[in-house]
């Protein structure tokens, strides 16, 4: 098998990609400029990890300080680091010192010198260097942001907030948006059509809905009226002094029928629609509520809308397995999931070649907040991508040309054409 993967590897670390999901700065002069290695790397995910293992939140808070020396920060840091730096975030981070900074492994003994290259790399061009000239990335669709340079990204906008309005600095702001006073149900829904048709004219590509962090992904069809009964909340706190948020709950049906006229809205537009599912970043959650199968109503009543599931649903990758069986309008994005769980993502790929048309899978998404990460994420899901494909070589399945062949695929072709990118 060994043979099989360096031959395909060879092959694979060489593609141009598409990234198919980010939460990147949208300008590389919208990075942060007052930190350091410490706060960037521990921005996103492997904080998680290193809460997991036992940091105290308010020692988490305390390395977050751009004031404190780096040394104080790895004494405080460091038994949870060692504990967590063999999982997928902590490797992660390890290749990426490694390829961009020339630092063997993350440690006591390297920290200083890490951190002074790193602030180095705060200059114009580190972008380029990441994202274009190692990663190979030809683009990289970018989470809620229409201003983003469009030599690295491309725009996916959300609608969350016309789906789950939360305050009435939520209305506000879908006012200031859409140019118009929200007073009824109809306005409310004009509202949202005037704001996605400007998001689109402003080069957004797909819509996007992260609400399992928030409740069930299970939608249902419900009627108009039940609906604008759950509208009507939002100005039963009209009243409450100007200064505070003037919070309220629109209820679940509200919520699930908006859902469902955001997706008329994708289906008349010819949008994918990526929904996050599984695993919800930060520590705790109720898992159940991302469990993409709540969906399948979805897939049923708008077959022509396609649905790019995010994160193999892991943990129930093999649910979504099944669903991008059963539906032709369902795809498997493993954006994030090569650094959840690089093993998860060899077998959950195995058991999809056997079982899912390989044009309906997306190798990679990086979903980092710090472009450092970016490289290491990729390169695993290189590796992964390669050890999936050569395990299948070797039980005869295809040839290894065959397999250079999908991995292209599911790399670049693929998410090329689900997106739509042109």
């Not at 939460?23 to 998680?48: S, W």
């Not at 290193?50 to 977050?64: C, Y």
């Not at 405080?76 to 967590?84: L, R």
Request: charged share 25%; net charge negative; aromatic share 14%.
């Amino acid at each position: 098998m060994q043979n099989a993967f360096n031959e395909i590897f060879e092959y694979v670390k060489e593609l141009i990609i598409i990234d198919s999901h980010e939460h990147l700065p949208h300008r590389e002069d919208a990075r942060e400029k007052d930190t350091d290695v410490i706060i960037e790397y521990l921005a996103h995910y492997f904080n998680r990890d290193l809460i997991s293992a036992g940091l105290s939140t308010e020692d988490f808070q305390r390395v977050m300080d751009p004031d404190m020396p780096i040394m104080e920060k790895w004494d405080i840091v460091e038994p949870f680091w060692n504990y967590s730096r063999y999982t997928g975030y902590g490797r992660s981070l390890d290749i990426s010192a490694k390829a961009l900074y020339n630092i063997d492994m993350i440690s006591r003994d390297t920290i200083e010198e890490l951190n002074d290259s790193f602030k180095k790399s705060l200059e114009p061009g580190h972008f380029k260097r990441v994202l274009k000239d190692m990663s190979k990335i030809e683009v990289s669709l970018l989470d809620a942001n229409l201003e983003c340079d469009p030599y690295f990204f491309r725009s996916v906008y959300r609608l969350d907030d016309f789906i789950y309005p939360k305050s009435h600095r939520d209305v506000a702001e879908i006012e200031k948006k859409s140019g118009i006073r929200i007073n009824t149900m109809d306005s409310w829904l004009e509202a949202c059509e005037i704001v996605l048709d400007k998001a689109l004219e402003a080069g957004a590509v797909a819509l996007k809905s992260g609400l399992a962090y928030d409740r069930s992904l299970r939608y249902d069809r419900v009627t108009r009226y039940e609906a604008e009964q759950g509208f009507n909340e939002i100005f039963k706190t009209l009243n409450s002094p100007d200064w505070g948020d003037k919070p309220f709950d629109v209820g679940k049906p509200f919520q699930d029928y908006m859902m469902h006229f955001v997706l008329s809205l994708a289906n008349k537009r010819n949008l994918t629609f990526q929904f996050h599912t599984g695993l919800q970043e930060g520590n705790g959650n109720l898992i159940y509520n991302s469990d993409p199968s709540l969906l399948s109503n979805l897939f049923l009543e708008y077959p022509d809308v396609d649905f790019d599931i995010f994160h193999i649903g892991y943990p129930y990758q093999h649910v979504l397995s099944a669903l991008a069986k059963n539906f032709p309008n369902v795809y498997i994005d493993m954006c994030w999931a090569h650094i959840i769980s690089p093993a998860a993502c060899v077998n959950a790929l195995i058991e999809w070649i056997d079982s899912v048309p390989y044009n309906k899978i997306t190798a990679f998404g990086g979903d980092y907040l710090l472009v450092d990460a970016v490289y290491g994420h990729q390169y695993l899901a290189r590796v992964n991508v390669s050890k999936s494909l050569a395990h299948k070589v070797e039980e005869g399945i295809f040839s290894t040309d065959e397999a250079k062949h999908i991995a292209k695929a599911l790399f670049y072709d693929n998410p090329k054409r689900i997106f739509k990118l042109t």
